[in-house]
């Protein structure tokens, strides 16, 4: 039954968190048989990976396409000793046997001193603001003090993405006022002290010193860089377009060497409303990135979020915020030099040289991956020094070749198209329409870019590639096989002479992802993939401190499938590159974000997001998830307390490193 409100939610929830749409106008070449050429030229396809055959969409070399025998119960020898976890849905998480996995913190929970208990009947944006966020999503571990590399005692920085008001609010009917309020509250992120116990328990401190929220309402930040200053981003509220309030949307992130944290700002668009004049000059920049989205009703509220009366406030947002953890007194900012896109992760590594680079997806059908290489080099002796790195250096945006090379292009003023004539006036329009650049520049259209990690002990680069419905055959790319590709892939990047400062470099597909039982599927795995193996959706992921590779997943779907979102670890060198194995799973409706490793690899910490979504979708639930009748009450079980997005730490029972 397609009820109007229903229909209206459900396009709001994948506004707010998976924007499976595209907004780039550029037109995608026609490559023909991607696949046959790239098995031709490919070693990891010398009979080392199982293919499921696809019906039309890919042409395959007959020879190549086996089917896998799923389920198998051996666990060949390779980097992971774990007993792989069933793949299943319930009401409630799971973990591989011989593991712990325990609720750290809860949407709701005291963060400020002072802040009240958490009363879900009982809610207020003063309350929120002082309170854990919702939706957590990116988690990073800061040690404490951060010379000390304790892997017991830190700083846990977690974003807060987005809201679910239908979760969140009992007898929500659309939103009010205060229900606006409390919203832009739980958005943002929290910085919280945690600690480990001598009993190997993990628990946060209420009353840190360091505990810190960050809001849409209450936190002031920062421009800097090329578009700080500029006319495009000045507001009635900022005439210096200089202080923006708050950052929203807060995906993914990072860790720098001197110890901040970075923020992602993804889906931006969909906190707007309002019309914007046809023949404004935003007019094309905003239509660009979707903007006004009307996912949420604040713009009702705040005029800053009326398009129509603020035709420049969207400019301020779609950046990557850098935040000090170690000093809540100092301002966070927005670093305008790593380009405006809905920004999914931003992963940071010291290159050979001194310089730092940071990779970074953008979550859309059809966007790009990018990076920023910075002018300056680290200073190990001098963390002052390291402050304003970040905003000087050269942001590049990749095109994939279907023979495997790679070229970084430089989104650089001048440069190309980049010019008066195609309305680029400085490097300020250029990081402001940093997708428009991208476009006139040539860059490779992707399937949904999430987070994107680098693998400091091997130099190779991971690229989550979600899911792209609207790939059709005809736009099919090497490097993006499927169309439609409704599953997602992971490609694997080698930079030019291991510098990750270089503009050339190679790839190569790590995974095609899908049920490898199903020839339709066209899955890409190592022969030996288990029933409990494969998954889809790649979104987050993590390497650990010994280079291995933790993937975690966002299948909107999941609940139709049987399969929860979680983790899978997944082998990417030697005879068994290829080879997922399951650790955990989500309750029904989760996703998985955050996956971050303690610096002695013994505890993981992960972010369960919206759990209880999508209940209309799961067979045994099979009507919608609200406040009062949701699919779980996971993680509290109580009649009275609605689910809760929480922040989940796995250690090994008995002690030792994960996995
Ligand atoms: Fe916020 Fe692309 O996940
Ligand atoms: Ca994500
Ligand atoms: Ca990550
Ligand atoms: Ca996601």
Redesign the pocket.
């Known amino acids: 039954m397609n009820h109007p409100f229903d229909e209206g939610l459900r396009h709001r929830q994948v506004l707010k968190r998976s924007d499976d749409v595209s907004t780039n106008p550029t037109g995608h070449p026609t490559f023909g048989d991607l696949v046959t050429r790239r098995m031709g030229r490919r070693e990891f396809l010398r009979g080392t990976l199982a293919v499921s055959a696809a019906a039309g969409a890919l042409t395959m070399n007959p020879a190549l396409c086996f089917r896998v025998r799923a389920a198998k119960p051996d666990t060949p020898a390779g980097q992971f000793g774990f007993p792989e976890l069933n793949a299943g849905i319930d009401t409630t998480h799971h973990v591989a046997a011989g593991y712990d996995a325990d609720v750290l913190i809860r949407w709701g929970d005291p963060v400020l001193p002072g802040a009240p208990a958490f009363d879900p009947m009982q809610q207020s944006a003063d309350a929120q603001e002082w309170q854990f966020g919702y939706n957590n999503d990116y988690i990073g571990y800061v040690p404490l003090p951060l010379s000390s590399g304790n892997p017991a005692h830190g700083l846990l920085c977690v974003n807060h993405e987005y809201t679910n008001e239908e979760l969140m609010f009992p007898n929500y009917a659309g939103d009010t006022a205060e229900t606006v309020e409390i919203e832009m509250a739980a958005h943002g992120a929290s910085i919280v002290e945690v600690r480990r116990s001598a009993d190997g328990k993990w628990q946060y401190v209420p009353n840190s010193r360091f505990n810190r929220r960050i809001s849409p309402r209450r936190t002031t930040i920062e421009l800097s860089g090329p578009a700080a200053g500029h006319t495009r981003l000045k507001t009635t509220a900022d005439p210096s377009a200089r202080r923006v309030a708050g950052t929203l949307n807060n995906c ?1 992130g990072g860790l720098t060497a001197w110890g901040t944290y970075l923020i992602a700002e993804e889906n931006f668009h969909g906190y707007f409303g309002g019309r914007l004049p046809t023949d404004h000059p935003e007019q094309r920049n905003h239509r660009r990135y979707g903007v006004p989205g009307g996912a949420y009703g604040w713009h009702h509220y705040h005029q800053r979020f009326d398009v129509g009366q603020e035709p420049n406030e969207p400019n301020r947002f779609g950046w990557i915020v850098e935040v000090d953890p170690y000093d809540p007194n100092t301002s966070p900012v927005k670093r305008t030099a790593l380009g405006r896109f809905k920004h999914e ?1 931003a ?1 940071t590594l010291l290159n050979a040289d001194g310089r730092v680079v940071v990779y970074m997806g953008d979550d859309q059908c059809f966007e790009y991956v990018y990076k920023f290489v910075t002018r300056g080099r680290f200073d190990s002796g001098d963390r002052a020094a390291n402050r304003d790195l970040l905003d000087n250096g050269t942001l590049f945006v990749a095109k994939f070749n279907e023979d495997g090379t790679l070229e970084w292009l430089p989104l650089v003023f001048g440069n190309g198209a980049l010019i008066p004539e195609s309305g680029f006036h400085s490097q300020a329009d250029v990081v402001i329409e940093a997708r428009r650049a991208a476009d006139l520049l040539g860059a490779t259209p992707m399937d949904r870019p999430e ?1 994107v ?1 680098a693998n400091p002990k091997t130099g190779k680069v991971y690229i989550m590639l979600s899911n792209n419905s609207k790939r059709t055959p005809q736009d099919a790319h090497a490097a993006n096989p499927r169309g439609p590709n409704p599953y997602g892939h992971i490609v694997e990047l080698t930079p030019e002479s291991g510098d990750h400062g270089a503009i050339r470099g190679h790839w190569d597909l790590l995974v095609v992802c899908g049920d490898p039982s199903k020839p339709d599927c066209a899955a890409l795995w190592h022969p030996k993939v288990t029933g409990n193996g494969w998954f889809t959706d790649p979104d ?3 390497v650990d401190n010994r280079g291995r590779l933790w993937i975690a997943t966002d299948d909107n779907s999941a609940t139709t499938t049987g399969r929860s979102n979680g983790i899978w670890a997944i082998e990417t060198d030697g005879d068994l590159r290829g080879l997922p194995r399951h650790f955990f799973r989500v309750p029904a409706g989760a996703e998985l974000c955050g ?1 971050a490793f303690s610096p002695d690899d013994e505890t993981l910490f992960l972010a369960v997001q919206h759990p209880a979504d999508n209940g209309e979708q799961w067979p045994v639930f099979a009507r919608k998830s609200t406040f009062e009748d949701p699919s779980t009450r996971w993680p509290d079980f109580r009649p009275e307390i609605p689910p809760r997005p929480s922040v989940v730490v796995v250690t090994k029972q008995g002690g030792g490193k994960i996995g």
């Open positions: 993914g992760g992963a987070d990690e987050n992921c993590a996956p």
